[in-house]
């Protein structure tokens, strides 16, 4: 197996992994020590992992684009300990929300809001995962973290048996099955996560995904899995695009830091940066105070 591959290959997480099962089963297949991943999904949920291989990883705490879109199942009339269907049961009752007043109260979680996490999750408290001191029985006091929702929509409601779809874009660090509880919250009835694929995450949408299944079978049919590897700079779309001559290329490979003039550089903008033959070299930003072009990352 060729270990100098370098690229982003989105992965359709299946239901049941972590994402770090995910890294580890890729590790058994590409034979690739050096991967991570943007954006944790809990096991239960499906959809766009985007995994990030050889010097790609260094890639995954800068990405420009942390939204990210969702589509997720509920059930109003239900509480569980950790908001979704898999937790343990605490307050059951029969619910009555019109679709009407439904669709009227999803209304609050639009735009940027406060979200407190869940004690069922990956955020670390005095240096301990939340979900740890959750398994032990305990609660502890949580601070709000500000989050922002661009769009939610019902897509589906069932008022028989209180049961919809949803779908949300949202902002990096948001928890859809806190949403949902907070919307059975503000409904007076409760309400639990029943299913959650994300489809879409930095920039990359669940129609490039591929299953760890196909993975496989693209290596154990000596195809590789260069085909459907997504270029580092993919990641960087967002950012303005410069090339280098080839003097300036060279300067720039020996770590000079070079003149906004001499790149045509706009100050305070951060730039993907290209040599002279097209070759992605990384990351640079602008400085209007020194009128420097300074390194932010290399991917050489």
């Given at each position: 197996?060729?270990k100098?591959?370098?690229g982003i290959i989105?992965?359709n997480?299946?239901k ?5 099962d995910v890294?580890a089963?890729l ?9 991570g ?5 809990d096991?239960m ?5 985007p995994v990030?291989?050889g010097k790609a990883t260094?890639?995954c705490d800068?990405?420009p684009n942390n939204e ?9 009339g239900v509480?569980?300990d950790t908001q979704?269907?898999t ?8 619910s009555?929300?019109?679709?009407e007043?439904l669709i009227n109260k ?9 979200q407190?996490p ?7 408290v005095?240096g301990?995962r939340?979900?740890e001191l959750?398994r032990?029985?305990?609660?502890i006091?949580?601070?709000?973290r500000?989050?922002y929702?661009?769009?939610i ?8 048996s209180q ?6 874009h949202?902002s990096?660090g948001?928890y859809i ?10 409904l007076g009835t409760?309400g639990?996560l029943t299913?959650?694929e994300?489809?879409s ?9 591929h ?9 154990e049919?000596g195809?590789?899995?260069e085909?459907i590897l997504?270029?580092?700079d993919?990641?960087f ?6 090339v280098l ?5 060279t ?6 830091k ?5 790149v045509?550089a706009?100050g305070?903008?951060t730039y993907?940066?290209y040599?002279?033959?097209?070759e992605?070299l990384g990351?640079?930003?602008a ?5 420097e072009f ?5 991917f050489?």
């Amino acid at each position: 197996m060729n270990k100098e591959l370098n690229g982003i290959i989105v992965i359709n997480k299946p239901k049941g992994f972590t994402s770090f099962d995910v890294i580890a089963k890729l590790r058994g297949v590409l034979h690739i020590k050096r991967l991570g991943h943007a954006g944790t999904l809990d096991p239960m949920a499906t959809g766009v992992l985007p995994v990030f291989v050889g010097k790609a990883t260094k890639a995954c705490d800068i990405l420009p684009n942390n939204e990210k879109s969702y589509k997720a199942g509920f059930k109003l009339g239900v509480k569980t300990d950790t908001q979704d269907i898999t937790g343990k049961i605490i307050f059951e009752e029969r619910s009555s929300v019109t679709k009407e007043k439904l669709i009227n109260k999803i209304k609050l979680f639009l735009g940027e809001t406060e979200q407190l996490p869940p004690m069922y999750s990956a955020v670390s408290v005095g240096g301990k995962r939340l979900y740890e001191l959750a398994r032990e029985g305990k609660e502890i006091e949580r601070k709000p973290r500000k989050i922002y929702v661009e769009s939610i929509e019902i897509t589906e409601f069932d008022e028989q048996s209180q049961t919809g779809d949803i779908i949300i874009h949202c902002s990096k660090g948001t928890y859809i099955r806190t949403i949902i509880h907070d919307l059975g919250e503000a409904l007076g009835t409760g309400g639990v996560l029943t299913s959650l694929e994300r489809t879409s995450s930095s920039g990359y949408d669940i129609s490039q995904s591929h299953t760890l299944d196909e993975v496989k079978s693209l290596i154990e049919s000596g195809k590789g899995i260069e085909g459907i590897l997504y270029s580092i700079d993919s990641a960087f779309d967002l950012y303005e695009k410069i090339v280098l001559n080839q003097k300036h290329t060279t300067l720039y490979k020996n770590g000079v830091k070079l003149r906004l003039e001499q790149v045509g550089a706009k100050g305070g903008n951060t730039y993907r940066v290209y040599g002279n033959d097209n070759e992605f070299l990384g990351l640079a930003l602008a400085d209007k105070k020194s009128n420097e072009f300074i390194i932010k990352k290399n991917f050489f």
